[in-house]
């Protein structure tokens, strides 16, 4: 068991949507893939379709394939400052694609400077979108520790939960879905363990469950309840000048975290880099654990903010997510890691540590 308990595993699968705006400063929106079913057509800043250059299926191959195309493609103008990734479906009917995309259309009409991707091509990146891995749980919504049993009443659905179900690449649209059925399939259980059999086996199941659900009552109910004094303004101060300072902090950390993950976690990876991240990220969330610890000191939460909630969350989060992929140097899916650095290190006549796809000792799931 390590710090994670050994309850969460295959973190390292981020799937990553293929096509967000990506406009500089601006947030990113997602350009449904529905666009590539109904024709678009990947293309460089020079207007080439360069879909075909990775997979025989173009547009229409499997979604890691097409981020990764996407990618890589973004990367080829990054020296000369050029963005080379672009999303065309100008060559469809202009009113049918209003007509069939107008969240799409209204996004791009509602910027100060206006786009028409009916008329032209869209600017377009990879933006992670999914955690295929999670928290380890069975069919019923058990959350299962690494030696196989069940973890002591614990249960998880949705995206939270690793139910095996994706494999290593997410399936599309899978969220409803999943939030209604691991969820009924945990309510069931739930209602199940809590009312069936009469022996000391099943009372104490019982006790056990009713105890959990009392808990997590218990802990929602504080949540709200801070929720509601903070918004009332009974906390301490949140425009204090200590208070001030953390949130700025926070928030500083937080974006270089973010910029850490994606130059070192994100579509194509490599184990020195992701080493790096392990490493700067650990940092990050021994910082954010000191705010956290501060501002809990002075207030709670509501005290210091939410960006210091987000931060410590997210430095948790990101530190897992990257010692799983670093621990993982067999690419599947989602997960997608190149070798190249250990395979040169060892046509140098370095030795040690030689890695490739074929080896077996490689774990295909890291569990943390
Ligand atoms: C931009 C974007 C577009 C997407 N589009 C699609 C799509 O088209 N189709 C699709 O299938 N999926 C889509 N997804 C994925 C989908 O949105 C998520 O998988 C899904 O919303 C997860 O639902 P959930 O209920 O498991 O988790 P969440 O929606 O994350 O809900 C978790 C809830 O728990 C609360 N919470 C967190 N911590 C605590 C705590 N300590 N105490 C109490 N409450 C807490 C959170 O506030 C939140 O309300 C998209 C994701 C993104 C980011």
């Given amino acids: 068991m390590n710090k ?10 981020v ?4 096509t967000s705006l990506y406009l500089p400063n601006e947030a990113r929106f997602l350009l449904t893939e529905a666009l590539r079913g109904e024709g678009a057509i990947l293309r460089d800043a020079s207007g080439r379709a360069f879909a075909r250059d990775y997979h025989p299926n173009g547009e229409l191959a499997p979604r890691d394939i097409v981020a990764r195309a996407v ?3 973004s990367q080829k103008g990054a020296d000369d400052d050029v963005h080379n990734a672009y999303l065309d479906i100008s060559h469809r009917d202009s009113e049918w694609l209003k007509d069939r995309f107008p969240s799409i259309h209204a996004h791009l009409k509602s910027r100060t400077n206006p786009m028409d991707f009916t008329q032209e091509k869209i600017p377009v990146i990879p933006a992670a979108h999914y955690t295929c891995g999670g928290v380890t749980t069975d069919l019923n919504g058990c959350v299962i520790a690494s030696n196989g049993e069940w973890y002591g009443n614990l249960y998880a659905a949705g995206e939270a939960a690793r139910t095996g179900l994706h494999g290593g690449n997410r399936l599309a649209s899978t969220s409803l879905l999943e939030g209604l059925v691991y969820g009924a399939s ?34 929602i109910e504080q949540r709200l309840a801070l929720e509601q004094s903070t918004s009332a303004g009974s906390t ?31 579509v194509v990876r490599t184990p020195s880099k992701l080493a790096l991240a392990v490493s700067e990220l650990s940092a ?6 000191q705010l956290w610890n501060n501002s809990s000191s002075s207030g709670g939460c509501g005290g210091a903010g939410w960006e210091v909630v987000a931060l410590r969350d997210a430095a948790h989060a990101g530190l897992a997510v990257a010692e799983s992929a670093l621990a993982n140097r067999v690419s599947g899916g989602a997960h997608y890691v190149v070798l190249e650095e250990i395979e040169s290190e060892n046509n140098n ?8 796809d074929s080896d077996d000792e490689e774990p295909l799931h890291a569990v943390i």
């Fill in 284 to 289: 990050m969330r021994d910082e954010a654990d």
């Fill in 15 to 18: 799937q990553f949507h293929p």
């Fill in 349 to 356: 006549g370095n030795g040690g540590g030689s890695k490739s």
């Fill in 236 to 266: 301490v101060s949140s425009t204090s000048a200590v208070d001030e300072g953390m949130r700025k902090e926070a928030t500083a950390i937080l974006t270089n975290l973010k910029s850490i993950m994606w130059d070192n976690v994100g």
């Fill in 71 to 73: 990618f890589m493609e």
């Fill in 4 to 13: 994670y308990n050994g309850i969460v595993s295959d973190l390292e699968y």
């Fill in 186 to 219: 945990v309510g069931e259980m739930v209602a199940g363990v809590v009312s069936d059999g009469t022996d000391d086996k099943a009372l104490e199941n019982r006790e056990r469950v009713m105890e959990t659900m009392h808990q997590a009552r218990y802990a």
